[in-house]
């Protein structure tokens, strides 16, 4: 079986890479993709993908949106950069909307949701040297996934990730993810943070119980540690929820966000409570020069806008109770599917046939997958998706499964 590589880009810059990469290896087949629209990408072959992947949880709002478009188009007409010395009109609305969505008082933009991880992480470690605490330490989930710079790679759960690179940022510990008892057990007098996802999707699609979150939020009140969500996946309606914390009730102090805030364009941000704000990061303290800049605020400000008018966190609801439905009747037909596992428009379907080889067989199939841990396929589709694209995929994922 010969090994498929995708690469999202124009034609003149893909068919470059493409060639790069045939140099190395003539029996590579390479997928070069070129543009999308609403939930389909087409190669520079003109063949047409389902995207159940939306750029790893990136494209909410589909490809093309013509709304969303012009919005962009109308800020690059008007100023793109001014650096971070400066206020700019998108980020005033793109911080009021993001406050407004999570519950949260302050914001702080970044590039990516690694920056944003880094950015928690020393609020953090600020508040507690402000408040002359002598925290300094972070408790971390196992199979958790934060990012690849050295300060987030260290509060990720996952020794492949972080071997290579160590010695880490010190102060790390990690602990059994839905079991608060080993929480409970790294916890000591330097305790300045806990950091997790509500639900973890590089990490095999596992979400948070109730109670672990319940628990994590009042261990957090009673040792005077703050608890930091990452929602860089699985927040901005993807569990039918703004945030994926919501349905929990327990507010975090700190909470890092991506991916989906923009929907395409780079852009990442820390928001947190009033009290952390007034304790933590101070001008100097952190900076980045194209954080905040007003062409990806006002992505991200005409993003939550088209959320709300759209009520799309209502039909992720609607259209991921659906989706539901329809992996448990493909559980249920096939041998394949050990388990399927997620709420909203974040699933997973743990197989027994190698992951790998079923993403090549869908690709073939004109269908775009990706994986997580564990074996599982990672169902991340836009969250425009329709019933009868649900439909479609599970039609594709058959295939798959029986070739």
């Not at 962009?72 to 793109?94: C, G, R, W």
């Not at 409970?184 to 699609?205: N, Y």
């Not at 400000?301 to 991921?320: M, S």
């Not at 992996?327 to 997620?342: I, P």
């Amino acid at each position: 079986m010969s090994k498929k590589t995708v690469i999202i880009g124009g034609v003149a810059g893909g068919a470059t890479a493409a060639a790069r990469l045939r140099r190395r290896d003539e029996k590579m087949e390479i997928v070069v993709l070129e543009k999308g629209d609403g939930v389909r990408l087409y190669d520079v072959d003109g063949k047409e993908y389902l995207d159940f992947a939306a750029g790893i949880a990136v494209f909410a709002l589909g490809y093309n949106n013509q709304a969303y478009n012009q919005a962009l188009k109308d800020q690059i007409d008007k100023v793109i950069h001014t650096s971070n010395l400066f206020y700019n009109v998108p980020m005033v609305e793109a911080a009021e909307k993001l406050t407004k969505a999570s519950g949260l008082d302050k914001a702080f933009f970044t590039n990516s949701g690694t920056e944003a991880i880094e950015g928690a992480l020393k609020a953090a470690r600020k508040y507690a040297w402000k408040k002359r605490t002598g925290r300094y330490e972070f408790i971390a989930m196992e199979h958790s996934f934060h990012g690849r710079s050295m300060g987030a790679v260290s509060v990720t759960g996952s020794e492949a990730y972080r071997i290579p690179f160590e010695p880490l940022v010190s102060g790390v510990k990690f602990a059994e993810f839905n079991n608060l008892d080993s929480v409970k057990a790294q916890v000591t007098d330097k305790t300045c943070g806990i950091i997790l996802e509500a639900l973890q999707g590089e990490g095999g699609i596992n979400r948070a119980s109730k109670e672990f979150m319940e628990g994590i939020r009042k261990l957090c009140d009673q040792e005077g540690i703050l608890m930091i969500c990452d929602e860089i996946q699985c927040g901005m309606g993807r569990t039918g929820e703004m945030f994926a914390w919501q349905s929990y009730g327990t507010r975090p102090d700190i909470m890092a966000m991506a991916k989906a805030i923009g929907s395409g364009l780079p852009v990442g941000a820390f928001a947190m409570t009033e009290e952390v704000a007034e304790y933590s990061l101070e001008p100097g303290d952190h900076g980045t020069t194209y954080g905040g800049n007003p062409l990806a605020c006002a992505a991200v400000a005409k993003t939550v806008e088209i959320f709300e008018r759209e009520d799309i966190v209502v039909h992720v609801r609607e259209i991921g109770a659906y989706l539901k439905e329809r992996l448990k009747e493909l559980a249920a037909e096939s041998d394949q599917v050990l388990e399927c596992r997620g709420i909203g428009l974040i699933q997973g379907i743990k197989v027994k046939k190698p992951v790998g080889e079923i993403i090549n067989r869908a690709l073939e199939r004109g269908l775009l997958i990706i994986s997580a841990r564990d074996n599982v396929i990672r169902l991340l589709p836009p969250l425009i998706i329709e019933k009868e694209q649900i439909d479609e995929m599970i039609e594709k994922l058959k295939w798959a499964f029986n070739q």
